[in-house]
């Protein structure tokens, strides 16, 4: 009896420490790829930020700190720290509220056709930046400026940081959509019915009920979208080049120039890592404000 219960015992250690093991074999593969794409190339940048490697030779000198002393004298990066800065501004600001009107629209007013809906606003996903660039690129050369009579707005230097986060919004809306409607859909009627009976007109209803209550998918939405801007480089590369005349010029670009263009690596990678710490503690704060602010049902 006692040798009966002991195999079962043992049984259902063994079935226990399978189950284990079977979620450290699914997470195995996901882990080598992030090791093998971010983590390592990570590791090797934050020793190449210490020397004077120009990407070329097979040889560089460790220089210290000098690299990132050099940053903060560098008057060059001051537009493209300015620039980043305004893609940021402009472009979570505006990709949320088109993504969230978006989800409203199609939550509130096409019924049976909402999947229809959301298929068509999502379709710009599916393409990526350097064909959405080279797409509007031709819109705004070809068509836009013969519609409305304008020069190409990609060379207008005080048009182009909005010009190319038009581009952005169009290419990426669709995922915060798909965030937003599906926080929505999880808002009880009830609600809405309570505040109606209270006397709220819509735009109390929106401030009172539906902000508060989405405040967990304002959490992902803008962080996601914040540092997204903040790292902004494939859309404006293709499209501009970060011109003209270094109007477009991001912190990203900066950071390519330095490694590809002007032979500074060591100075490319202290700038590329000064500017992934930024954006950890920036990702941190904002989805701390959010979450703080969230609601509980």
Do not use: H
Request: with cysteine; proline share 3%; hydrophobic share 50%.
């Amino acid at each position: 009896m006692y040798a009966a219960e002991d195999r079962r015992r043992r049984g259902q250690g063994y079935c226990r420490m399978k189950k284990k093991m079977t979620k450290y074999l699914f997470v195995i593969p996901g882990f080598c790829f992030f090791a093998f794409a971010m983590l390592i190339p990570f590791v090797m940048g934050i020793n190449i930020a210490f020397t004077n490697w120009d990407g070329v030779a097979t040889e560089y000198r460790y220089i210290g700190l000098k690299n990132f002393v050099d940053i903060f004298k560098d008057a060059r990066i001051r537009t493209p720290f300015y620039n980043t800065l305004e893609f940021a501004l402009i472009g979570t600001v505006v990709s949320n509220v088109v993504s969230l009107c978006l989800a409203m629209l199609i939550n509130s007013k096409f019924g049976k056709l909402k999947s229809v809906a959301r298929t068509i606003f999502f379709i710009p996903v599916c393409f990526s930046s350097v064909l959405t660039a080279f797409l509007w690129k031709f819109l705004y050369r070809e068509f836009i400026s013969d519609l409305f009579g304008v020069k190409n707005l990609l060379g207008n230097p005080s048009w182009v940081i909005p010009a190319i986060v038009i581009i952005g919004v169009w290419n990426g809306a669709g995922i915060n959509m798909l965030i937003y409607l599906s926080g929505l859909k999880n808002i009880p009627m009830e609600l809405y019915e309570a505040a109606r009976a209270d006397g709220a007109n819509v735009f109390q209803q929106f401030t009172r009920v539906t902000l508060p209550l989405l405040m967990p998918a304002f959490s992902v939405c803008v962080t996601l979208t914040l540092t997204s801007w903040l790292k902004e480089f494939a859309t404006t590369l293709s499209a501009t080049g970060g011109g003209p005349g270094g109007a477009s010029r991001t912190v990203s670009i900066y950071v390519y120039e330095n490694l590809y263009k002007y032979y500074k690596a060591g100075y490319g990678q202290a700038v590329s890592f000064l500017f992934s710490l930024c954006l950890i503690v920036i990702g941190l704060c904002v989805s701390s404000f959010f979450r703080k602010r969230e609601v509980e049902l």
